[in-house]
């Protein structure tokens, strides 16, 4: 029965998704198209077959983080920053999949390392998480003291925390968002839940 509920649910999800992003996507692809033929059509000097290397080449630098930037290239997703922030998003499991090793020895130091890390990083979050908790349960015990709610003592203990999480990891981090990275509200809402749930999308990352 557990078994059936989920796919069920997975079938709803898969369904409700292609209903709504479906129809984006072939709009998206048109567009592509026509931009591919009026390119081809415009400069009649370009061949489709040399068009399309050069295509496929753009698309693999850029899945590498090289981007083309007048006669020179773009370089820095491995710079010490960047690669300080691959390795929070790999023990911490988002794996936002915008930046991967390419290399056998980078794909094996990765393994060992995300062998090591994940536990260390959930050890770190258990210690943070149960000093967040002092913190609550401190907040909680104040408002009983001014406010008398000795009868009500868990109820305030999980508003607080309640309270405390949304606004610490979901209200306002896409505040900053908007400002540091031009993004709307919905967008840094997003971004938040999509990391703080460890799915790690891709599609928004920091930059």
């Not at 992003?21 to 026509?34: C, G, I, K, S």
């Not at 370009?46 to 090289?66: D, T």
């Not at 536990?119 to 406010?147: D, K, S, W, Y």
Request: some cysteine.
């Amino acid at each position: 029965v557990l078994l059936l509920a989920y796919m069920g649910y997975v079938g709803l999800g898969a369904g409700v998704l292609q209903a709504l992003e479906r129809p984006a996507e072939m709009r998206a692809a048109q567009h592509l198209l026509r931009q591919h033929w009026e390119l081809l059509a415009n400069h009649t000097c370009l061949q489709g077959p040399a068009l399309q290397r050069l295509i496929e080449g753009i698309i693999q630098a850029y899945k590498s983080g090289i981007t083309l930037q007048g006669n020179t290239t773009s370089l820095g997703r491995w710079d010490f920053s960047g690669s300080f922030f691959f390795s929070i998003s790999a023990i911490t499991t988002i794996g936002y999949g915008n930046l991967s090793p390419s290399t056998v020895a980078g794909r094996i130091f990765c393994v060992l390392f995300a062998l090591f890390g994940i536990p260390l990083n959930l050890v770190l979050l258990n210690e943070i998480g149960q000093l967040m908790l002092l913190g609550v349960q401190h907040c909680a015990r104040r408002l009983e003291e001014v406010f008398h709610w000795q009868r009500k003592a868990s109820l305030s203990i999980k508003a607080c925390a309640l309270i405390t999480g949304l606004l610490l990891f979901l209200l306002l981090p896409p505040l900053l968002f908007t400002d540091k990275e031009g993004w709307s509200y919905e967008e840094g809402f997003y971004y938040s839940f999509i990391t703080l749930s460890t799915i790690g999308f891709g599609d928004y990352v920091i930059g």
